[in-house]
């Protein structure tokens, strides 16, 4: 099969997708070089037909599918999705919707927290998935046969295991549970993300204020510098340097250069003049307009109380078959432990019904742990009384 290259071609054959109730959707792209991902194949397939669409395509307008992916009428089923849709909302501003993702839909229906696609493939459509293609490179032309192959497979068996996933989550009555997660994945503050944040991901090895206020400067700074110029972060400054910078803090170019963590000549280039200017504002700012994030978090909590929840959080999962990770985080673990009133999804809609009300009648002695034949369960316990 040929992939479409006509801004024609492509209007017709999202006119036909449009025509059905799902269209299942894969995209296959390159971030090794860039800042964004570099879009080299979509895969779309309706239950009649399948068709490929090469977005590199010279003078191809992507207008029509861009329109189907916010047609309403249209479910557009994807398997881990975040990744493709940060994509259609970076070259096209919009966010797929409605929205399926499977492997969300997996995770409800009990197939635990890290089922591949491939094991879904075969539970739910018997049918093998080679994945010798997995790691080519996509923006090649002309696309090998086994390249074809492999890419309509990604939509093609996508549409077996999304009617199974739908069956069970109908049968179930989880339907709701789903659409919790798609409000997220469909949220374009999802993909919008702030420079001034890039530096939580760094922030918890440094210990000083100082230190913490001029990594959170540098690491916005090479967050809008790769963005400008469209290279990977590490292309600018990887991560190792920018903390040794941070902790540092030179404030000549010459200091810069004595760094063993930097390149040669760097302190002289425009960067390392642009480096010394932020280090030096961020010296200057209020050390109260931060907060470190701490390694230890979570262990001021009742370590004991930590355990018992997580017990509790595997009994519901395996008697409610939803993977852990869906129903709650360690992060809303520990702030149950710390707080009845906590702002932690494990204490709101569905996950409050199955787990936190459970969780704060543990912690608060109202039921207990019972093991029998070694099966965990948990009981009702008599209430304290007074005095």
């Not at 068709?51 to 207008?63: E, F, N, Q, S, T």
């Not at 890419?151 to 069970?168: F, I, K, N, P, S």
């Not at 810069?256 to 961020?282: C, D, H, M, W």
């Amino acid at each position: 099969m040929l992939p479409v290259t006509s801004s024609a071609e492509l209007a017709a054959a999202c006119a036909r997708l449009a025509a059905h109730p799902y269209v299942t959707v894969d995209t296959e792209f390159l971030r090794e070089t860039t800042y964004y991902s570099k879009l080299c194949l979509i895969q779309m397939a309706s239950p009649e037909e399948a068709i490929l669409v090469d977005p590199l395509a010279p003078g191809l307008d992507l207008a029509p599918f861009f329109a189907l992916m916010t047609n309403p009428a249209v479910v557009k089923v994807f398997h881990s999705a975040r990744q493709d849709v940060e994509i259609i909302w970076f070259m096209g501003h919009v966010i797929p919707t409605p929205l399926f993702d499977t492997q969300v839909a997996a995770m409800v229906c009990g197939y635990g927290d890290s089922v591949s696609y491939e094991q879904l493939v075969s539970d739910l459509a018997r049918a093998r998935i080679d994945k010798t293609s997995r790691f080519t490179d996509w923006s090649r032309r002309p696309l090998t046969e086994q390249q074809v192959n492999y890419a309509l497979g990604d939509v093609t068996h996508l549409r077996a295991v999304y009617e199974a996933l739908r069956a069970q989550l109908a049968a179930s009555g989880r339907e709701d549970w789903l659409a919790d997660e798609m409000a997220v994945l469909t949220s374009p503050a999802t993909y919008d993300t702030n420079p001034d944040d890039a530096w939580l991901k760094l922030g918890g090895r440094l210990r000083k204020t100082r230190d913490a206020l001029v990594l959170r400067d540098l690491a916005a700074w090479r967050e809008r510098e790769a963005r400008s110029r469209d290279v990977p972060r590490s292309r600018i400054l990887k991560d190792d340097a920018l903390i040794d910078i941070a902790v540092n803090a030179p404030r000549t170019a010459e200091a810069l250069g004595q760094l063993r963590s930097t390149p040669n000549g760097f302190e002289r280039s425009r960067a390392g003049g642009e480096i010394i200017a932020v280090i030096k504002g961020a010296l200057d700012k209020d050390p109260r307009s931060i907060t470190l994030p701490s390694k230890e978090r979570g262990r001021s909590s009742n370590g004991a109380l930590m355990d018992l929840l997580k017990v509790l959080l595997k009994a519901v999962s395996e008697n409610e078959k939803v993977a852990p990770k869906l129903i709650a985080t360690t992060d809303d673990l520990e702030a149950i432990a710390a707080d009845d009133n906590a702002d932690a999804q494990a204490l709101k809609g569905w996950r409050r019904s199955i787990f936190g009300e459970r969780a704060l009648a543990l912690k608060h002695g109202r039921i207990g742990v019972v093991v029998d034949k070694g099966k965990v369960s948990f009981v009702d316990l008599p209430e304290k009384k007074a005095g």
